[in-house]
């Protein structure tokens, strides 16, 4: 199988390590600027929780136009570049190819969709820390288990045979995959956790274990995962009765050095991810009037 991975950061990387390092096959990495040459020229360093391994010679290019085809897309670009990225692809996919999102928000797979006209565009669900630290080498701290965990599903079924044949590919290689009988509650599940996780984290500029150990922040945490709880439920989204419970579980198992994606880009300048994420929360709950002062104080402080 060739397998491609767009958007070689922290979770691609980390992805198409794994797959590159255990797998029979073909995987080939698209990356940029000095993060091409990094690779191109030292390989890709992985530096994670079980144990660093480094993946010479890798196989990289520097531009989508150079995928020749691909049977398995890994779409992991910020989703900021999600709709260019797609516009690129369209012209390159064929009637064969999966695509599998692993992205912050709740709607990505759709969006992928209204661009990419061939193959087929599956959602998929990242429970990882992981960051490209430098140019050519990416570090995961924390997910769960400790390595991670990787869902995918069909919106549409609760079973897909192309989907299960990648599951036990990503299984062969190290990698926690499941296929979920509900994708649109796991999707949902972890948006409950990642828009406090990354809104909270950066707002104040911490990393997780000092949120929960302050007992006022870790209420505005709290009261930030109960305002995305109650949008869920306003737009029907099917989640579990003990869905805060959950979270803030998740949360607390979570490597308390952790810091958020959204934060590690505030904190290099760069664009970042608050419209997919607290923006997306707000954008909802204008639809049902719901008072989310939280999410709001969050957007305004980082927008």
């Given at each position: 199988?060739?397998?491609?991975?767009?958007?070689?950061?922290?979770?691609?990387?980390?992805?198409?390590?794994?797959?590159?390092?255990?797998?029979?096959?073909?995987?080939?990495?698209?990356?940029?600027?000095?993060?091409?040459?990094?690779?191109?020229?030292?390989?890709?360093?992985?530096?994670?929780?079980?144990?660093?391994?480094?993946?010479?010679?890798?196989?990289?290019?520097?531009?989508?136009?150079?995928?020749?085809?691909?049977?398995?897309?890994?779409?992991?670009?910020?989703?900021?570049?999600t709709?260019?990225?797609a516009?690129?692809?369209?012209?390159?996919?064929?009637?064969?190819?999966i695509?599998?999102?692993?992205?912050?928000?709740?709607?990505?797979?759709l969006?992928?969709?209204?661009?990419?006209?061939?193959?087929?565009?599956?959602?998929?669900?990242?429970?990882?820390?992981?960051?490209?630290?430098?140019?050519?080498?990416?570090?995961?701290?924390?997910?769960?288990?400790?390595?991670?965990?990787?869902?995918?599903?069909?919106?549409n079924?609760?079973?897909?045979?192309?989907?299960?044949?990648?599951?036990?590919?990503?299984?062969?290689?190290?990698?926690?995959a499941?296929?979920?009988?509900?994708?649109t509650?796991?999707?949902?599940?972890?948006?409950?956790?990642?828009?406090?996780?990354?809104?909270?984290?950066?707002?104040?500029?911490?990393?997780?274990?000092?949120?929960?150990k302050?007992?006022?922040?870790?209420?505005?945490?709290?009261?930030?995962?109960?305002?995305?709880?109650?949008?869920?439920?306003?737009?029907?989204?099917?989640?579990?009765?003990?869905?805060?419970?959950?979270?803030?579980?998740?949360?607390?198992?979570?490597?308390?050095?952790?810091?958020?994606?959204l934060?590690?880009?505030?904190?290099?300048?760069?664009?970042n991810?608050?419209?997919?994420?607290?923006?997306?929360?707000?954008?909802?709950?204008?639809?049902?009037?719901?008072?989310?002062?939280?999410?709001?104080?969050?957007?305004?402080?980082?927008?």
């Open positions: 199988m060739k397998i491609y991975i767009v958007g070689s950061g922290g979770v691609g990387g980390y992805l198409g390590g794994l797959l590159a390092k255990t797998s029979t096959n073909y995987v080939t990495f698209v990356a940029r600027k000095d993060h091409f040459q990094a690779i191109k020229k030292n390989g890709l360093q992985i530096n994670r929780v079980k144990g660093n391994f480094l993946i010479k010679p890798a196989q990289v290019i520097s531009s989508l136009r150079e995928i020749k085809n691909p049977d398995l897309i890994l779409f992991t670009v910020k989703t900021y570049d709709q260019e990225a516009k690129q692809l369209n012209e390159i996919v064929n009637d064969k190819t695509i599998i999102t692993f992205q912050n928000g709740v709607e990505n797979d969006e992928i969709k209204k661009y990419v006209k061939k193959g087929l565009v599956f959602p998929g669900v990242a429970y990882l820390i992981s960051t490209r630290i430098k140019p050519g080498v990416i570090e995961q701290i924390g997910g769960v288990g400790g390595i991670g965990r990787f869902i995918i599903g069909d919106r079924n609760s079973t897909n045979e192309k989907l299960d044949r990648i599951v036990k590919i990503m299984r062969e290689a190290e990698i926690d499941v296929l979920s009988k509900n994708i509650q796991d999707i949902w599940k972890k948006f409950v956790l990642i828009s406090a996780f990354s809104g909270i984290t950066t707002l104040y500029k911490k990393r997780i274990g000092e949120i929960i302050d007992n006022n922040l870790k209420t505005e945490y709290e009261n930030c995962v109960r305002e995305t709880i109650k949008v869920a439920k306003a737009l029907k989204v099917d989640l579990p009765e003990n869905i805060f419970e959950i979270t803030m579980a998740t949360t607390e198992k979570t490597n308390p050095a952790s810091k958020s994606s934060l590690v880009d505030v904190e290099r300048g760069g664009r991810e608050i419209e997919t994420l607290n923006g997306t929360v707000i954008k909802y709950a204008k639809q049902f009037n719901i008072n989310i002062p939280i999410n709001n104080k969050i957007y305004s402080s980082i927008k």
